[in-house]
């Protein structure tokens, strides 16, 4: 692996800028993390399939990141390329005609609400408060309970990198489930096409103020974390599972199961990636000798 000849090739790439070096405590919703070798924006596709190019050719391990609100980065850092998507992939266009939206996947999870509502669609209110970008909603197929990013997706433009080309798929060419789709992992999301529904402005708002209630009462907005560490079992709350186990306020050192919400763990200040992972070890074992119920994580790892 050579990141000196791959920041030498990247450089004189259009529409790419690479830091060597790069904290990514700063770039994550948990505060947390070592620091990657290269953080590599790339604002156009040119860019993005160029760049992938190279670190390929070169040999170094990479990954792409959102806004790091659903990851748990190493306190030994990354040592390869964390790639985001830049300018290009934040467009965002609404036809209202057609009650479509447009977006790239770098937008902002708040801003496709955003338009969505000043623009009189329904569709997106479940979402509002939910940090991250359209991208990392769609990978995972984030939602509630109740809603999903599929309930609203027409179409899922991909870069597929063993193949090098793009990929359109349809909604229906996807497998959809609890926090997983059918998409290749070594795809990237570039952009999607939702399909929403006209509505009533008010009607929308008021939606999205009790959405965002029932979100401030029932989870720890205050200290950093990265929502919510495991997927729940089928017709359970992991939750109340470990509320259950008497595990809210467990803590390792600066790691601790929230007080709120027994599926948040959050960072009371000095937490390190490796405190986070004792507290979940701790609440992996508790509820599977309580339930038999092994839990999976919703949170990702880099460079562990």
Same mark, same amino acid.
């Given at each position: 692996?050579?990141?000196?000849?791959?920041?030498?090739?990247?450089?004189?790439?259009?529409?790419?800028?690479?830091?060597?070096?790069?904290?990514?405590?700063?770039?994550?919703? =948990?505060?947390?993390?070592?620091?990657?070798?290269?953080?590599?924006?790339?604002?156009? =596709?040119?860019?993005?399939?160029?760049?992938?190019?190279?670190?390929?050719?070169?040999?170094?391990?990479?990954?792409?990141?959102?806004?790091?609100?659903?990851?748990?980065?190493?306190?030994?850092?990354?040592?390869?390329?964390?790639?985001?998507?830049?300018?290009?992939?934040?467009?965002?266009?609404?036809?209202?005609?057609?009650?479509? $939206?447009?977006?790239?996947?770098?937008?902002?999870?708040?801003?496709?609400?955003?338009?969505?509502?000043?623009?009189?669609?329904?569709?997106?209110?479940?979402?509002?408060?939910?940090?991250?970008?359209?991208?990392?909603?769609?990978?995972?197929?984030?939602?509630?309970?109740?809603?999903?990013?599929?309930?609203?997706?027409?179409?899922?433009?991909? =870069?597929?990198?063993?193949?090098?080309?793009? !990929?359109? =798929?349809?909604?229906?060419?996807?497998?959809?489930?609890?926090?997983?789709?059918?998409?290749?992992?070594?795809?990237?999301?570039?952009?999607?096409?939702?399909?929403?529904?006209?509505?009533? !402005?008010?009607?929308?708002?008021?939606?999205?103020?009790?959405?965002?209630?029932?979100?401030?009462?029932?989870?720890?907005?205050?200290?950093?974390?990265?929502?919510?560490?495991?997927?729940?079992?089928?017709?359970?709350?992991?939750?109340?599972?470990?509320?259950?186990?008497?595990?809210?306020?467990?803590?390792?050192?600066?790691?601790?199961?929230?007080?709120?919400?027994?599926?948040?763990?959050?960072?009371?200040?000095?937490?390190?990636?490796?405190?986070?992972?004792?507290? $979940?070890?701790?609440?992996?074992?508790?509820?599977?000798?309580?339930?038999?119920?092994?839990?999976?994580?919703?949170?990702?790892?880099?460079?562990?």
């Amino acid at each position: 692996m050579s990141t000196s000849n791959a920041v030498q090739a990247l450089s004189a790439i259009e529409d790419v800028e690479v830091v060597e070096n790069e904290r990514l405590d700063h770039r994550t919703s =948990y505060h947390i993390g070592g620091k990657a070798a290269l953080f590599i924006t790339c604002h156009s =596709y040119h860019a993005l399939r160029s760049t992938i190019k190279v670190l390929l050719r070169e040999d170094v391990e990479w990954a792409i990141f959102g806004r790091g609100t659903n990851i748990l980065v190493a306190d030994e850092g990354y040592d390869g390329a964390v790639l985001t998507l830049g300018r290009e992939f934040r467009r965002v266009v609404v036809d209202e005609e057609s009650a479509c $939206m447009t977006a790239g996947s770098g937008a902002m999870l708040s801003r496709v609400v955003n338009e969505a509502l000043n623009h009189s669609l329904a569709g997106m209110e479940f979402a509002v408060g939910v940090p991250g970008t359209l991208g990392g909603a769609v990978s995972m197929n984030a939602g509630t309970r109740s809603d999903w990013m599929s309930e609203v997706i027409e179409e899922v433009t991909v =870069y597929a990198p063993t193949e090098e080309r793009l !990929k359109h =798929y349809r909604y229906d060419e996807i497998e959809w489930g609890y926090r997983t789709t059918s998409l290749p992992k070594s795809d990237i999301v570039l952009e999607v096409k939702l399909r929403l529904r006209p509505g009533n !402005k008010i009607t929308i708002t008021e939606r999205m103020e009790r959405s965002l209630r029932r979100r401030r009462r029932s989870q720890p907005a205050a200290m950093p974390s990265c929502g919510s560490v495991f997927k729940n079992p089928p017709e359970r709350s992991v939750g109340k599972m470990i509320e259950d186990c008497g595990l809210k306020g467990f803590s390792v050192g600066g790691a601790e199961v929230s007080e709120v919400h027994g599926n948040f763990i959050v960072n009371t200040g000095s937490a390190t990636a490796a405190d986070v992972v004792k507290v $979940m070890q701790k609440v992996y074992a508790t509820v599977k000798e309580t339930y038999g119920v092994e839990l999976q994580p919703e949170v990702k790892f880099l460079g562990f």
